[in-house]
């Protein structure tokens, strides 16, 4: 019954920006947290950023603190990660996610997921 559906990825160069919206269009869904992951070619499916969605606590992973920003909008059922300065690194499918139960930065704690949007950074 809960969809996630993420839009904004797309092609930019290097030092541009991007901004990642993720709809919640389920009607019974009681969110513990929402964020975002990404996995590149090759490489494991990581944590990228999450809120809690009661206390709006944010927490990023090291690669991209200080340059994205996550933030909701309750009226909407939607969150968005704005990136700034954006490197060839950051080249990945990102996924929203969503979580019922306790928070972690673990894939495994995600109960449901988004069907990605590709963020292409050129050098």
């Known amino acids: 019954q809960v969809k996630l559906v993420e839009s904004g990825g797309g092609l930019v160069q290097a030092g541009g920006s991007l901004r990642l919206s993720c709809a919640d269009s389920g009607r019974t869904f009681s969110r513990n947290a929402m964020g975002w992951f990404r996995q590149a070619l090759g490489k494991e499916r990581e944590f990228v950023a999450r809120?809690?969605?009661?206390?709006?606590?944010?927490y990023y992973a090291d690669s991209v603190r200080g340059r994205f920003t996550i933030s909701r909008d309750n009226g909407k059922n939607t969150v968005y990660l704005q990136m700034n300065s954006l490197k060839p690194e950051d080249t990945a499918v990102y996924y929203c996610?969503?979580?019922?139960?306790?928070?972690?930065?673990?894939?495994?704690?995600?109960?449901?997921w988004g069907q990605g949007t590709q963020v292409t950074v050129s050098s």
């Open positions: 809120l809690s969605w009661t206390g709006n606590m944010k």
């Open positions: 996610a969503a979580s019922t139960g306790s928070v972690t930065t673990a894939a495994s704690s995600v109960d449901y």
